[in-house]
């Protein structure tokens, strides 16, 4: 009896749930707001920080500059140091990318995130002493080495806690660092009111934060597991693996878990660890990397920073006060928190397609509308109201699906061996797609005006028109089931054995239980 205990009820065993949120246990609930406060929190906090302080910033920018050369700062000058400051980080977010596949094979998945708080820490102190040193190239060097730390963040966190999550609830945890992401932007628009820190004396502060959410991290993730998978498939340290999960779920009985990982490892071993080439050219994942590249470049160029940088001219033409602003900012900062909340809520049982589907879609609908409000908003009185609407429901629209879907699929679409090639890939769009929308929208909005709204309809069209054809739904399913599922489009043939249903209850014949062969 106290056996049976311990060990689970027998329907727990068997994977039946009334509720997948049963299996989330107090381990996988604190690994899993640990990692993404410490990491992902720090990635939208990085992204608005800069936003309110701008002002006190750039003089700073002018005063330094003045002292040093006994001269005025040319206009030219100054937008030259500020495109920089706010540049680099997506800069640095790339080659963050690039680093995540050999971070994460030789440091292991936590071992990375707690290796990559050292590009937090060193320019959180930079940026807090910036201005005592009186240097402004002090912040421009800052900005880019936390971008590695939001680059290596916003991929390692959402691997981490896939491998780490049971699979009726991959979905819903693997959204948690979108939301510690949109939780981290409100947090910098929140310290960035006047009042606060959004001030001359209180800016150096407000970036300096950013340095406590790596040291809370480095104090406490180490106590939690490793991923399992990781550590079974890539170390091949089963007792680890074993350990790891029976924390993770609560009870003892992993066998059936730990038979399907030695599935997937036996499956994976003709192919290797896949670097990125050999990931391109691997016919077997094809179309799995296609979908991915197309949804993160979706999800960037849709246009919701571009949004965002409408939005202060168009609360401002609805009449609110200059003052104000700010206020409705935040406003807008905790609708996003509160879907991406919701989200976190619905994604296992609606499904990640349809949320996708749905998200694309109002995001199209609302970049044409707001087009239109736009060009009669000053002809028309009631006209801003409704730019203001579309400005809401873009932001609900990229919350529920194109923001926090795409991290979710990418971790589900690819077995161990390529996964840590996937992210770095997927990672380096998404930071690509990121920098152009910040570097090219510019001039779109000086030569289109409004009217560069419906370049992002067409973007958000193709990406919905694209993942109702090729992207299949991927809750409550295995890693190799996914694998199947692509199998056809790829013209690939992937065959599980008897055995391979067997491996449930039995670790044998693990050589015969799964073959791959191309057509």
Avoid at 348 to 377: D, K, M, P, Y
């Amino acid at each position: 009896m106290e056996e049976n205990e311990k060990r689970g009820k027998p329907e727990e065993r068997r994977g039946v749930f009334r509720s997948p949120w049963q299996r989330l246990t107090a381990v996988l609930a604190l690994a899993t707001l640990i990692s993404a406060f410490g990491s992902s929190f720090q990635y939208g906090y990085n992204v608005a920080v800069i936003n309110s302080p701008a002002p006190f910033m750039q003089q700073f920018y002018n005063e330094t500059y003045l002292e040093r050369y006994k001269r005025p700062m040319e206009d030219s000058v100054l937008t030259l140091l500020w495109s920089l400051s706010v540049s680099m980080y997506p800069l640095g977010g790339f080659f963050g990318s690039l680093m995540v596949a050999p971070l994460v094979n030789k440091l292991g998945r936590k071992g990375t995130l707690l290796f990559n708080n050292i590009f937090s820490i060193v320019p959180a102190v930079m940026m807090g002493v910036s201005e005592i040193a009186k240097s402004y190239e002090i912040i421009i060097v800052a900005r880019f080495i936390v971008g590695i730390c939001a680059g290596l963040s916003s991929n390692v966190v959402p691997m981490y806690l896939g491998e780490l999550s049971p699979k009726n609830l991959r979905g819903a945890i693997g959204i948690v660092p979108q939301l510690f992401i949109t939780i981290g932007i409100l947090s910098a628009q929140v310290l960035g009111v006047r009042n606060i820190l959004g001030n001359t004396t209180g800016w150096t502060l407000m970036l300096g934060l950013t340095g406590i959410p790596a040291l809370i991290e480095l104090l406490l993730l180490p106590f939690f597991p490793e991923s399992p998978r990781y550590m079974l498939i890539q170390k091949g340290d089963e007792k680890r693996a074993r350990e790891g999960l029976r924390r993770l779920r609560g009870w003892d009985d992993v066998d059936a878990e730990l038979s399907e990982m030695h599935l997937e490892n036996q499956s994976e071993r003709a192919e290797g660890r896949l670097s990125v080439l050999s990931l391109l050219s691997q016919r077997s994942l094809r179309w799995q990397l296609v979908s991915i590249v197309v949804m993160n470049m979706g999800q960037q160029l849709s246009g919701v920073n571009a949004i965002y940088y409408y939005a202060d001219s168009i609360y401002a033409t609805a009449g609110v006060k200059p003052n104000d602003i700010q206020y409705v900012t935040v406003g807008t900062g905790a609708v996003n928190v509160f879907m991406t909340i919701a989200a976190v809520f619905i994604v296992e049982a609606s499904g990640r397609r349809l949320l996708l589907l749905c998200g694309f879609g109002i995001c199209c609908v609302a970049c044409v509308v707001l087009t239109v409000a736009l060009n009669f908003q000053e002809s028309v009185t009631w006209m801003p109201y409704i730019s203001i609407a579309c400005v809401i429901i873009y932001v609900i629209g990229h919350a529920i699906g194109p923001s926090p879907i795409p991290y979710v699929v990418t971790t589900e679409m690819f077995r161990q061996s390529a996964r840590p090639a996937a992210f770095m890939v997927a990672g380096s769009v998404h930071w690509l797609s990121n920098f152009t929308v910040g570097l090219v929208f510019p001039f779109l909005e000086r030569g289109l005006g409004s009217f560069s709204f419906i370049i992002f309809s067409f973007i958000c069209l193709a990406t919905l028109v694209y993942i109702w054809l090729v992207v299949p739904e991927t809750k409550n399913k295995t890693f190799l089931e996914i694998c199947q599922m692509f199998a056809k489009r790829n013209k690939v043939e992937i065959k599980l054995g008897d055995g391979g249903l067997a491996l449930k209850e039995s670790k044998e014949s693990l050589e015969d239980a799964v073959k791959v062969t191309a057509f």
